[in-house]
Every structure is written in C-alpha cells, then in structure tokens.
C-alpha cells in the first residue's frame, strides 16, 4: 500500500493532519506509531489550530529529521543538510498545494489564532477543506524524497 493511502487512511480515521503524515512512515522513522502519534499530536491545525505551518509540512519535517539527519551531534554540515531537504519539501509541498501555511491552504482571513476545539469530522468537514489532499501529497512527496538507504 502506497504511503499516501495509508496517510489518507489515517486522517479519515481522525488522525490530525501532522500525525497523518508522519504516523504513514513509523516504520521508516523506527518509532512505534504510538510514539510518533503522541509527537505529532501537537502539529495539526497548523500547529495546535493556529493556522500556521499546516500540520502535512509539520509532518513531513518530522519524518525528515528521523530520516534523514545525518549526524548524532548538532554538527553545521548535518544542520545545513537538513535545512536543505526541509526546504526542498517545502517547496515541493508549496508548488502543488500553493501555500505552506494552513490558514491560507483553508483560504482563512487573516489572525493570530484560533479556536482550540476542533471541527466535528463529517462528510461536509473532508468535503469543504484540501486536508485529504495536502495529507496525500505530503506522504507522496516524502515517498519520493526520503533516502532508501535510511529505510
């Protein structure tokens, strides 16, 4: 099964968009999805519902620092190298869904913050919100990206 049907899956089972993404790929992380779902609990709604950073990019970022961090010390060529996959992402991520941040992705006016109490998931909720397919193209994109030598 491929990892975006397994993300897809996931969201529609009421996983947060973050911990969509990220729990698709716990195998590869070598975290058990438990784990990572407490991890990336936080991350969804653009971090903790403010519609920042859309909880799919958040996602993807976690899966990246599992994935492809390679050092076991906060070298600069580690840092940097990883500054740069994540940006590469990001920008994948961006060119197919046209925004990072989640408020504009929802097409939202502009504010600091939201509420905390997420929306009631009904057909209506997947119907009328790009989250199933910012939760598809984020777990292809990371399919792509991600090292087969680290899996």
């Known amino acids: 099964m491929k990892k975006a049907d397994i993300a897809e899956k996931l969201f529609h089972d009421g996983y947060n968009c973050a911990q969509a993404v990220a729990c698709a790929f716990a ?62 992402l990001a920008a994948e991520f961006k060119n197919k869904c046209g925004s990072i941040i989640c408020r504009e992705l929802l097409a939202l006016p502009p504010k600091t913050s939201d509420s905390p109490v997420s929306e009631e998931r009904t057909k209506e909720y997947y119907h009328k919100r790009p989250c199933s397919q910012c939760v598809r193209i984020a777990a292809e994109i990371l399919e792509r990206s991600i090292s087969k030598e680290n899996v």
Request: net charge negative.
């Open 27 to 88: 195998d590869e992380c070598g975290i058990d999805e438990k784990t990572l779902f407490k991890l990336s609990s936080a991350f969804g709604g653009g971090m903790g519902r403010l519609r920042e950073v859309c909880g799919c990019v958040s996602g993807m970022f976690i899966v990246a620092g599992m994935t492809e961090y390679h050092g076991d010390s906060p070298s600069k060529e580690a840092k940097d190298n990883q500054y740069a996959f994540v940006q590469k």
